[in-house]
T-cell receptor, first 114, second 111 residues
Framework: DQQVKQNSPSLSVQEGRISILNCDYT??????FLWYKKYPAEGPTFLIS?????DKNEDGRFTVFLNKSAKHLSLHIVPSQPGDSAVYFC?????????????FGQGTILTVHP | NAGVTQTPKFQVLKTGQSMTLQCAQD?????MSWYRQDPGMGLRLIHY???????DQGEVPNGYNVSRSTTEDFPLRLLSAAPSQTSVYFC??????????FGDGTRLSIL
């Protein structure tokens, strides 16, 4: 039973345009969300996070939006660059849960074309 | 500045063999975790630890054992390897209220 779902296995975008990666969750106890980026043959690296008390968090080209009522979050990358081509995972934590217990989505492969 | 180091990077085992995947971190992190990544499944938590001497099960613990005798090391043991355990294994560490740092993974194939 997948509690965190990324329903788009892949996304292709032109350089300079916006990339929007989506994530849905079913567990209403989740209250902290993270995005990780993963290149081939490397481990995931932390990108950006958001607490459930916020609806937006921005860090440079990356913005995460959270819609609690819809149990949906999205990652916006503007402008997209070829170096952003990677697998993006969203992950979630529930209140009081150790950061050692992330629940991940399946991942979305982003390809940014020059 | 090693971060999280996993060894070996690749391993091929026969069904029934046992082995230990090593994980070491040099950041003095309290929390350490093991995940496996399978196609279409994302990363799933196997076991985790919130400090030396303390471990607990994650989502998919069967067939795996862990121990945490030191802050730095968190080995994952496969007792009797099965083809279903073919996967890429990631170790991660963090301090409380901080995102996890991941190692580069161990690719394990079981024939």
């Amino acid at each position: 039973d997948q509690q965190v779902k990324q329903n788009s296995p892949s996304l292709s975008v032109q350089e300079g345009r916006i990339s929007i990666l989506n994530c849905d969750y079913t567990n209403s106890m989740f209250d902290y969300f993270l995005w990780y980026k993963k290149y081939p043959a490397e481990g995931p690296t932390f990108l950006i996070s958001i607490s459930s008390i916020k609806d937006k968090n921005e860090d440079g080209r990356f913005t995460v939006f959270l819609n609690k009522s819809a149990k949906h979050l999205s990652l916006h990358i503007v402008p997209s660059q070829p170096g952003d081509s990677a697998v993006y995972f969203c992950a979630a934590l529930s209140g009081g849960t150790s950061y050692g217990k992330l629940t991940f989505g399946q991942g979305t492969i982003l390809t940014v074309h020059p | 500045n090693a971060g999280v180091t996993q060894t070996p990077k690749f391993q091929v085992l026969k069904t029934g063999q046992s082995m230990t995947l090593q994980c070491a971190q040099d950041m003095n992190h309290e929390y350490m975790s093991w995940y496996r990544q399978d196609p279409g499944m994302g990363l799933r938590l196997i076991h985790y630890s919130v400090g030396a001497g303390i471990t607990d099960q994650g989502e998919v613990p069967n067939g795996y054992n862990v121990s945490r005798s030191t802050t730095e090391d968190f080995p994952l043991r496969l007792l009797s390897a099965a083809p279903s355990q073919t996967s890429v294994y990631f170790c991660a560490s963090s301090n409380p209220n901080q995102p996890q740092h991941f190692g580069d993974g161990t690719r394990l194939s079981i024939l």
